[in-house]
């Protein structure tokens, strides 16, 4: 069964740091250390977004301008994870984070290019 399971939000005053990670389990008809892997959030009332995006062996990544320069993601392909480091976070950051897992193994920035996803980790952040 494809799992994907996010750890590591919660609430945290701004400019403030959390980090969230992503356990994958299985994927269907691929490798974890063959395919690609996307962070996105999901705002009330808000489209999900993309946070940042890595390919199969980490060697690329991108990230979406509201996070660039404050967030880090990164992976360990021996562990079957993803991690998503948030330094300088700010009230506009309060959303629920999800761990996606693309259909191959380049980056990916959009949403359909994600087959599995995780059931995200809430990231409250106070001023």
């Known amino acids: 069964q494809v799992q994907l399971a996010e750890s590591g939000g919660g609430s945290v005053q701004a400019g403030g740091s959390l980090r969230l990670s992503c356990e994958v389990s299985v994927l269907t008809g691929r490798t974890f250390s063959n395919t690609g892997m996307g962070w996105f959030r999901q705002a009330p009332g808000k489209e999900r977004e993309f946070v940042a995006g890595?390919?199969?062996?980490?060697?690329?990544?991108a990230y979406g301008d509201s996070v660039k320069g404050r967030f880090t993601i990164s992976r360990d392909n021996a562990k079957n994870t993803v991690a998503l480091e948030m330094n300088t976070l700010k009230p506009e950051d309060t959303a629920t984070y999800y761990c996606?897992?693309?259909?191959?193994?380049?980056?990916?920035?959009?949403?359909?290019?994600?087959?599995?996803w995780g059931q995200g980790t809430q990231v409250t952040v106070s001023s």
């Open positions: 890595i390919n199969y062996n980490g060697a690329y990544t």
């Open positions: 996606a897992a693309a259909y191959f193994s380049s980056l990916y920035r959009e949403l359909s290019q994600y087959q599995h």
